[in-house]
């Protein structure tokens, strides 16, 4: 599948060099150095244009890899970036001046924060005009529903990966029609990494595209897509097949345009 101009990965992560930038103790795992002119291929060979560029759970709040990526790659990034709980508000600035545009808030192994902690984050993230990105085990959504509907309805919440039903669901399952009423009020959701979850693998991942072309016949303004470049914790994986995966999902170029350009433009704050 070929992509127009203005095309965004809108998940990805770098790492390293590690002489300058080294992982923390408490990383989740020990994923290659993945660095700037690695990626610049990747865009190249895939056509697109800009990226958001996803703090790693490896890297906890150290946000310094990610930012000097940001910086380096110019006007065609942005940064979801991950900060202590008590982090200042001059801080919270710095960041977005370079680039930040989102928080990440990951709920699985490797991640700081407790769900308790979300509307506090929230919050304290609003005056810089954040979302906030969460990646959970989508079985979990029913438990934060109430919680979460607002930060929907703001159009400040992000979930990744389909929604990351670690179990593969069906498309009436209780956690599922969650995900798809915070859809409803306004939630974003990446297309991206069914790897991560299918039980039937490649080239179809059969199991979450089934619930991925659901969402995206309910909501395509808000369907995101990403390479989830390099890929921690799993073998390399190949960008095109990914990009491919989205082509099957949907079939219609206008829409792919949408997920592809417009939706990305409008969140990530892309001219």
Same mark, same amino acid.
């Given at each position: 599948?070929?992509?127009?101009?203005?095309?965004?990965?809108?998940?990805?992560?770098?790492?390293?060099?590690?002489?300058?930038?080294?992982? @923390?103790?408490?990383?989740?795992?020990?994923?290659? !150095?993945?660095?700037? *002119?690695?990626?610049?291929?990747?865009?190249?060979?895939?056509?697109?244009?800009?990226?958001?560029?996803?703090?790693?759970?490896?890297?906890?709040?150290?946000?310094?890899?990610?930012?000097?990526?940001?910086?380096?790659?110019? #006007?065609?990034?942005?940064?979801?970036?991950?900060?202590? +709980? !008590? #982090? @200042?508000?001059?801080?919270?600035?710095?960041?977005?001046?370079?680039? *930040?545009?989102?928080?990440?808030?990951?709920?699985? +192994?490797?991640?700081?924060?407790?769900?308790?902690?979300?509307?506090?984050?929230?919050?304290?993230?609003?005056?810089?005009?954040?979302?906030?990105?969460?990646?959970?085990?989508?079985?979990? /959504?029913?438990?934060?529903? *109430? $919680?979460?509907?607002?930060?929907?309805?703001?159009?400040?919440?992000?979930?990744?990966?389909?929604?990351?039903?670690? %179990?593969?669901?069906?498309?009436?399952?209780? &956690?599922?029609?969650? /995900?798809?009423?915070?859809?409803?009020?306004? &939630?974003?959701?990446?297309? @991206?990494?069914?790897? !991560?979850?299918?039980?039937?693998?490649?080239?179809?991942?059969?199991?979450?595209? &089934?619930?991925?072309?659901?969402?995206?016949?309910?909501?395509? %303004?808000? $369907?995101?897509? *990403?390479?989830?470049?390099?890929? +921690?914790?799993?073998? +390399?994986?190949?960008?095109?097949?990914?990009?491919?995966?989205?082509?099957?999902?949907?079939?219609?170029?206008?829409?792919?345009?949408?997920?592809?350009?417009?939706?990305? #433009?409008?969140?990530?704050?892309?001219?």
């Amino acid at each position: 599948m070929s992509t127009p101009r203005g095309a965004t990965d809108t998940h990805m992560h770098f790492y390293g060099p590690y002489a300058r930038w080294p992982l @923390s103790p408490l990383s989740p795992n020990r994923p290659p !150095e993945a660095l700037v *002119a690695d990626y610049a291929q990747v865009q190249r060979r895939l056509g697109l244009e800009r990226v958001v560029v996803v703090q790693p759970a490896g890297y906890r709040t150290d946000n310094r890899c990610t930012m000097a990526a940001v910086a380096d790659i110019g #006007a065609t990034a942005r940064a979801v970036v991950v900060v202590e +709980p !008590e #982090a @200042s508000e001059t801080e919270l600035v710095t960041l977005r001046d370079g680039g *930040a545009v989102g928080l990440r808030v990951f709920m699985l +192994p490797g991640g700081i924060y407790r769900f308790v902690q979300i509307p506090d984050l929230a919050a304290r993230t609003a005056g810089v005009g954040w979302h906030l990105q969460l990646q959970l085990d989508g079985r979990l /959504l029913p438990e934060h529903e *109430a $919680m979460l509907t607002p930060l929907a309805r703001a159009g400040r919440l992000v979930i990744d990966h389909t929604g990351k039903f670690l %179990e593969p669901v069906t498309a009436d399952h209780p &956690a599922f029609l969650v /995900l798809r009423r915070l859809v409803d009020a306004g &939630a974003f959701v990446k297309l @991206s990494a069914p790897y !991560e979850t299918s039980k039937v693998g490649p080239p179809g991942y059969d199991d979450v595209a &089934a619930l991925a072309r659901v969402l995206v016949t309910q909501a395509p %303004e808000r $369907m995101l897509w *990403a390479t989830n470049w390099p890929h +921690p914790g799993h073998a +390399p994986k190949d960008e095109q097949a990914l990009l491919d995966w989205l082509g099957m999902l949907v079939p219609d170029e206008a829409t792919r345009r949408r997920i592809l350009v417009d939706n990305p #433009a409008r969140l990530y704050g892309f001219a």
